[in-house]
């Protein structure tokens, strides 16, 4: 049996979830709404404050779909109470970042500024050279920060570019001169 699949997920206080017809599942919680349609085979189930999901038989198909369909309902759970956000670094000489309302213009060497809007949902804070992306949907702010990264990736030769915070540049050894 899936060991992350067959764990329920805690409902904490403040937060109400509603399964329609074909497993539309609804999680209303202090951040916002967050809704999706889930696979009908699975079983959903909501037991007092916990939610749990079952699979009806034993088939590859089924295994890989338990874990996934009990993990999508916890991160809409966790959007909905405590949200997500990511974390990109600005480096390089000349590189920077700037907000005006809904608008993130990206001065990253090229010769235009790289404007991008912020999506539905989804809200970008500047400080300094570092962009946090927020929102209450895993998915969708997971989505915009690689689209920020992919303006202008990481080099591995002096580490030029956005990279998330979190993220570890291998670097390379550069040209030597001759002896």
Avoid: C, F, W
Avoid at 126 to 150: C, F, H, L, M
């Amino acid at each position: 049996m899936s060991r992350i699949g067959r764990m329920p997920i805690a409902i904490p206080a403040g937060v109400t979830v509603e399964i329609a017809e074909n497993n539309k599942v609804t999680v209303k919680g202090p951040k916002g709404t967050l809704s999706r349609v889930l696979v009908p085979e699975m079983e959903i189930k909501v037991e007092g404050a916990e939610i749990t999901v079952t699979r009806p038989n034993d088939l590859k198909r089924m295994k890989s779909l338990h874990g996934l369909t009990r993990t999508l309902i916890n991160n809409m759970v966790v959007g909905v109470t405590a949200g997500y956000e990511k974390k990109l670094e600005v480096n390089g000489v000349g590189y920077k970042a700037a907000k005006a309302g809904k608008k993130l213009t990206l001065s990253l060497g090229y010769s235009h500024p790289v404007e991008m809007e912020d999506p539905e949902g989804i809200e970008s804070v500047v400080e300094g050279n570092v962009i946090t992306v927020k929102g209450i949907d895993k998915e969708k702010v997971g989505q915009y920060a690689a689209e920020i990264r992919d303006k202008r990736r990481p080099e591995p030769y002096k580490g030029k570019g956005i990279k998330y915070a979190d993220e570890v540049i291998r670097r390379k050894v550069g040209k030597t001169g001759k002896k």
